[in-house]
């Protein structure tokens, strides 16, 4: 059925518009042609997902919600980077940029035993990640991006990240400045950072092994949220892709994604499991 557009939080940058939804959480970002609001295709976080050595899926989820929804920045491409307003469309060369950010795993807290004494627990294992879109009203480069994070104690903070590197690169390359990458005017393109610590979080790290310390009181799905990072191979960021508003009463939407080397293209229905 025809889908009804709402405006919540619009970006504007050459032929292209992003509605940002914050909620409910987790916050869907709706991309459109600019000026068309009768179709658009959505992207919202489904979940983390960590995979074993011998191959098998498990969720990494938090004991009780977690995530925070939105934060905005924008700038131009002139001499000084001078900020640009957060309202409305942004200049020519300029950039809008909203984050949110969400979390699995346990956080900080505290309990209290029978006797009354206060016990701070400090997490096991947790990972906060930070998902920021970016809409580009002109030709730029881009280096180090900005991420909305949050520590386990729910402290948030922007913290500068570079997302450029490639495969090869090793750890002695993120030392050096950050690659660029050539934007070009309406591109959209998202970018998730991570942060995993805890005390329990990586049994290989001999230099600071597991405190096998306790939590509280523990849930029976406590294998959910703790997790030994030592035990998989694979970390999954996992985004849900609603192409419901591309179709009309009846028909179904005709989609395809392109190679950005060859430019051949491939149906939804041929890209493999």
Sequence with gaps: ?????????????????LNFVQSPYPPVTQILKNGQKDEWIGMQQDGLYVVNHAGEEEPWTPPSFSGYPSS???GD??????????????????FRAISSSSGAGHRSGVHRDDDGTVH??????????????FLFAGDMTLGDQMFFI????????????????????????????????????????????????????????TEHPPLGGEWGDEAENVADYDKDIADYKTLIY????????????????????SDPETGAN????????
């Design 72 to 74: 905005g920045w924008g």
């Design 238 to 257: 996992r985004t849900m892709l609603d192409v419901g508003a591309m179709a009309g009463d009846t028909e179904a939407p005709e989609m395809w994604i």
């Design 77 to 94: 491409s002139g001499e000084g980077g001078i900020l640009s307003e957060l309202e409305g469309a942004i200049g020519a060369g300029g």
């Design 150 to 205: 949050s520590s386990p104690d729910y402290l948030m903070y922007l913290l500068a990240g570079c997302p450029n590197y490639e495969e090869t690169h090793t750890p002695e390359d993120a030392g050096s400045a950050c690659p660029r990458r050539e934007m070009k005017q309406g591109n959209f393109k998202f970018t998730v950072l991570g942060l995993m610590s805890g005390s329990d979080i990586n049994s290989l790290n």
């Design 120 to 133: 701070r627990d400090v997490p096991r294992s947790t990972i906060s990640t930070g998902y920021t879109s």
């Design 1 to 17: 059925m025809p889908r009804d557009y709402v405006q919540a939080e619009e970006q504007v940058g050459g032929g292209t518009m």
């Design 266 to 273: 491939m149906t939804f229905a041929e890209i493999p499991q």
